[in-house]
């Protein structure tokens, strides 16, 4: 829950993206038409992300990566004030909504059940994570444009506790996989190990083939 608020609070900056475009210093129509080709970019770049993760199986790199790429984003508008810089750092830092839609379905991995469980999960990371917006609200300030180097600082900031936050869920869900697997193998000595070898005899397979059918549950970090 904490990781998802964090999160929200380094992505709000969503909510005054035409703000941010028009430090370049446009009329207001180009303002907006500009705008919108970094989400386009976001977008296309977003379903290349959630395939490769389903593909990979992995999820917190999936996430981090983007939240990274904002930061960079972050400190390149910290650093300049010029049109292609700023510009550019509109395309890194919308980016990052490529990490925050695997957020739930991470979600769901970690509690895969029982439903009602994972339902509830859901939901409170849902709404919890959404007090993100709201003070993302307020640290985008209008006395502090149109830099607004505050704001993007707070950003940074959360985005590295969610970094940290995803880093020690990643190690808890590593740490549970090893003790099931060690749960597993504590099963397959003696009688269970007997029955294993005479299941894969009698579907005529090996005993490694046989065991890996037989793996049960992991956790996808």
Not at 131 to 138: A, D, P, Q, R
Request: proline content about 4%; overall charge positive.
């Amino acid at each position: 829950m904490l990781m998802g608020c964090s999160q929200l609070l380094g992505l709000s900056f969503i909510n005054f993206f035409p703000t941010l475009t028009a430090t370049l210093g446009y009329s207001t129509t180009v303002t907006l038409l500009m705008a919108a080709p970094p989400w386009v970019f976001a977008s296309i770049c977003c379903v290349i992300n959630v395939w490769h993760c389903d593909r990979t199986g992995e999820r917190y790199f999936h996430l981090a990566v983007w939240w990274w790429t904002i930061i960079i984003g972050y400190i390149i508008a910290l650093a300049t004030m010029s049109t292609g810089g700023r510009y550019f750092s509109l395309f890194l830092m919308s980016l990052g909504y490529c990490g925050f839609a695997l957020t739930l379905t991470w979600v769901s991995n970690a509690v895969p059940r029982p439903p009602a469980k994972r339902s509830v999960a859901l939901g409170m990371v849902n709404g919890v994570g959404s007090i993100g917006n709201i003070l993302g609200s307020y640290i985008w300030k209008t006395s502090w444009g149109p830099e607004y180097h505050q704001s993007m600082i707070i950003a940074i900031c959360s985005l590295v506790l969610s970094t940290v936050l995803g880093l020690i869920m990643r190690q808890m869900l590593i740490r549970e996989n090893k003790r099931m697997e060690r749960e597993e193998r504590e099963l397959m000595e003696g009688p269970e190990r007997e029955r294993i070898e005479e299941a894969a005899r009698l579907e005529g397979i090996s005993f490694e083939e046989a065991v890996r059918r037989r793996k049960g549950f992991r956790y996808l970090y």
